[in-house]
């Protein structure tokens, strides 16, 4: 994969990406590269830049349903421990956006540091949860931002405040950006009352949800204001509708589950089977909570070529070399 020269180590090429994420379904990527550092990630961004190549950046695959036909694009794994650090400065945690989140909120709690148990239950990487906001009856991630380091498609960084990131209801600026970095302030607390209350949260959400060994991507629409996407799916008598494999939810009518056999086409027809059942029933539209990774004709149509440029300077550059 040439136009990837200088990156050889850390390229795969032709990914499977369904072991890679909670549904198990879907093609693979073009190129899966996992760098070790932001210098060779930032030259890896700038290189997909200049080339025009689409990029993605995978987490832990848990809000996310690749396509059949896969992503003909780069595909980014920030499963290097670098992107996982912590530095603690009294109630502030800066954190790497590729640490799982599940972990973050129990080393927090152990630092007596609280509030990301209101959180439990969710999983993913941190810089998943802060990039769609993600969240629950108890509270969501952007109260916890102070601010974000990130990484732009043009290679560059930059640090914003919450107040610059453009949070609303599972929603963020942060769409085809890299977090870097967050900066959450938290409070200080009792470890026990807190982790007593993570186990509520969690036992709460399991009791009304799919269990978290059913493949699905969690909550697949966004609620409409003032309204609950699964109670509207439920009303319109769609539990346990099914498509192939795919089947929505009879415990929870907002998520799909998938069984042997299904295919992310499965799922892709059920949404729309879905959708229109809830327009027809109560005039809502039903936005997609969940990503769908799928090449545009325009990514599917890059040539993938080798190119001296400025990404190969900054990863020299990097290295001292
Ligand atoms: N309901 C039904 N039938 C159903 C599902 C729900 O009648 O099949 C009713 C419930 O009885 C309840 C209301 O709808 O009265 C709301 O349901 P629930 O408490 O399960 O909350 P939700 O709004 O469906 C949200 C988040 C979940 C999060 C839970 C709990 C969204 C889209 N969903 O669900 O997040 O776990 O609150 O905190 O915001 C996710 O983001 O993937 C996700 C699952």
């Known amino acids: 994969m040439s136009c990837f020269r200088g990156f050889e180590t850390i390229c795969q090429a032709d990914a499977a990406l369904a072991e890679r994420t909670w549904y198990k379904?879907?093609?693979?990527?073009?190129?899966?590269?996992?760098?070790?550092?932001?210098?060779?990630?930032?030259?890896l961004v700038q290189r997909c830049h200049e080339q025009g190549i689409g990029w993605r950046v995978l987490g832990r695959g848990a809000n996310l349903l690749v396509g059949d036909e896969g992503f003909d694009g780069a595909v980014i794994c920030?499963?290097?421990?670098?992107?996982?650090?912590?530095?603690?400065?009294?109630?502030?945690?800066?954190?790497?956006?590729?640490?799982?989140?599940?972990?973050l909120i129990r080393a927090a709690i152990n630092r007596g540091l609280v509030g990301l148990e209101a959180l439990a239950g969710i999983p993913g990487t941190l810089g998943g949860v802060v990039r769609m906001n993600a969240g629950g009856r108890h509270g969501e991630m952007r109260q916890f931002v102070e601010s974000v380091e990130l990484l732009t498609s043009a290679g560059e960084i930059e640090l914003r405040s919450a107040a610059q990131l453009g949070f609303s209801y599972r929603h963020s600026d942060l769409d085809g950006c890299v977090v870097l970095a967050t900066t959450m302030k938290l409070a200080k607390g009792d470890p026990a009352e807190a982790m007593?209350?993570?186990?509520e949260i969690w036992n709460e959400k399991y009791a009304s949800q799919p269990a978290v060994s059913e493949r699905s991507?969690?909550?697949?629409?966004?609620?409409?204001?003032?309204?609950?996407?699964?109670k509207l799916l439920d009303e319109s008598g769609l539990k346990g509708t099914r498509v192939g494999g795919a089947e929505i939810s009879h415990k929870h009518a907002n998520f799909i589950v998938a069984d042997e056999g299904a295919s992310a086409s499965d799922v892709l027809k059920l949404i729309e089977i879905a959708r229109a059942r809830v327009r027809a029933h109560?005039?809502?539209?039903?936005?997609?909570?969940?990503?769908?990774?799928?090449?545009?004709?325009?990514?599917?149509?890059?040539?993938?070529?080798?190119?001296?440029?400025?990404?190969?300077?900054?990863?020299?550059?990097?290295?001292?070399?």
């Open 25 to 43: 379904l879907g093609g693979s990527a073009r190129g899966l590269l996992t760098p070790t550092d932001r210098v060779q990630l930032g030259a």
């Open 78 to 103: 920030l499963s290097h421990k670098s992107f996982a650090t912590l530095t603690a400065d009294g109630e502030r945690l800066t954190v790497g956006g590729g640490a799982d989140f599940p972990k």
């Open 196 to 199: 007593q209350r993570h186990r």
């Open 217 to 230: 991507a969690g909550c697949i629409f966004k609620n409409p204001a003032g309204q609950s996407a699964g």
């Open 282 to 321: 109560a005039n809502i539209h039903l936005e997609l909570e969940i990503e769908v990774w799928e090449s545009s004709e325009a990514e599917r149509n890059v040539t993938w070529k080798s190119q001296a440029s400025k990404s190969d300077r900054m990863i020299n550059a990097g290295r001292g070399t």
